[in-house]
């Protein structure tokens, strides 16, 4: 979908992917909307974004439903109708298997998973009425791997490729088309953002499998913009040589 003009959600806007993702599609021309819990840092992203760029700021839990469905609704009353839902939001847990916390994996699968699996219940009734539209999860390449220290974290976005794929065959009869983006290590707080096992402290993911150099998070959102044109069903970001 050409995105000028277009109305865009997206979770996750007041750092990293998400405000970089906010600030090249509203370069393209579309109208936004910002989600996340922090109004302040929602707000200063607006203010950096293009004068002539619409934007509604909506402070957002993804976890919890009631406050997802509340994201949707103003978005629609405010543009009239939701073009693209981009799922943006997101958190790591690094962990081992046998130690992990369970309240800290139950913590992660209610952002990675049921944070996506909300918006996407919002969102489609909207869609359906209008004719159709996009929803892009984003994922990560770390859930086609099996890295140790993040096996929970991956999980999470194993559970959301399989959830994305099977959404884009219910829904393709509606026209809403499910994109999966896999960004790979991408230079953003991510990292600093992670909740992190008392025994991992000090524990390096490129100690165990050397990583490549990471992405810049506009790299990233130039293709999450070349996805939500092409409408794939999945996209990953290229390993860099
Ligand atoms: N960076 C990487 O290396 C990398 C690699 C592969 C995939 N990814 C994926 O890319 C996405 C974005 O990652 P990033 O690197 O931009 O991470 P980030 O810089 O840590 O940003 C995460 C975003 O998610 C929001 N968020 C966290 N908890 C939330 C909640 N409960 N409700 C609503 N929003 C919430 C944060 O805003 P608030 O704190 O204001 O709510 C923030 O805007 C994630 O899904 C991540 O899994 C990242």
Do not use: C
């Not at 929970?152 to 983006?181: C, M, P, W």
């Amino acid at each position: 979908m050409e995105v000028q003009n277009k109305v865009i959600i997206i979770t996750g806007a007041s750092m990293g992917i998400g405000t970089a993702t906010a600030r090249v599609f509203a370069k393209a021309g579309a109208k936004l909307v910002l989600a996340a819990r922090s109004a302040d840092k929602l707000e200063a992203v607006a203010h950096g974004l293009p004068p002539q760029a619409e934007t509604l700021i909506v402070p957002t839990d993804m976890t919890d439903q009631t406050q997802v469905r509340a994201l949707i609704d103003q978005a629609y009353e405010h543009f009239g109708r939701i073009d693209i839902l981009i799922n943006n939001a997101g958190q790591a847990l690094v962990g081992w298997v046998a130690t992990v916390n369970p309240d800290h994996y139950r913590q992660i699968i209610e952002l990675n998973m049921l944070g996506p699996l909300h918006g996407i219940q919002a969102v489609v009734p909207k869609m359906k009425e209008q004719g159709g539209g996009v929803i892009i999860n984003i994922s990560s390449s770390v859930s086609k791997m099996a890295i140790p220290g993040i096996s929970t974290y991956a999980s999470t976005k194993y559970a959301l490729n399989g959830l994305s794929l099977t959404a884009r065959n219910e829904l393709a009869a509606d026209n809403i088309r499910v994109v999966l983006f896999h960004p790979g290590q991408t230079a953003t707080d991510f990292g600093k953002n992670a909740l992190i096992e008392e025994n991992m402290v000090n524990w390096r993911p490129d100690a165990a499998s050397p990583m490549p150099a990471p992405d810049s998070a506009e790299a990233v959102a130039y293709k999450i913009l070349e996805a939500a044109i092409t409408e794939p069903a999945e996209m990953e970001m290229p390993i860099q040589g």
